[in-house]
């Protein structure tokens, strides 16, 4: 029960540390990394090496490895997020259709004095890593890796941070793509009923029969 309610954010921790140990993130920088999920929903989590920054506790959950502090926590969607103190400056604009949703992200360099963000926004080493479960179609990032975007917030701070992207709902796709699947088998089904009953037709037909019937009387006859 424990490891069901709170797998997310084990998941989401567990990336983090496989995040901050490969190529993109080196150990000793600060991480900040949100995944934006198929049904809106978001797993949050920040990385802080051995760094003099001051944390709200009461709105992350924590945890340590060696000498980083592990920040995570789920969201439900970002008009939830928009609620927290201690969270990213953005915007978001947002068109939902059937199955994906096209959504633009800006992050804002002007954050609240004190804030979590603005102070790791004085470290030239901090990152903001962006995930997407969908395709980044745009994006003025300084590393694009297949459905993540990553910052440097040290080094970005002159401009806002952008991101255009096509998340696909992952529901609503298994649905469409069942829907057509069965609309698929039921046209063949019906084709091959229809080149069934055609058979049938031409087999047993009152023409055929009468034909079969003619052609048995003719055969009687020559042998008589």
Known sequence: MFMKKHFPIIFLVVGLLLISCSPLQASDKAAWT???NSNGS????VIIPNQNVVVNDQEWETSRSGNQMILSRHIKDWQAYRQLGDSLPFEVAQRDFLVLKIAS????????PGS??????RHSDAN?????????????ADVKQDNVAVWNLGTSRSSPLKLDTVIFDGIYLSITFFIFCFIIIFIIYLNRIRRVNRLIAEEYSLERAALEFAQGENDNQEEE
């Open 34 to 36: 949100i995944k934006w």
């Open 128 to 140: 903001l890593n962006i995930e997407v479960s969908g395709v980044i179609r745009n994006s003025n």
């Open 116 to 121: 979590l963000f603005e102070q790791l926004t």
């Open 105 to 112: 992200l800006t992050v804002k360099q002007e954050a609240n």
């Open 42 to 45: 978001l797993d949050e989590g």
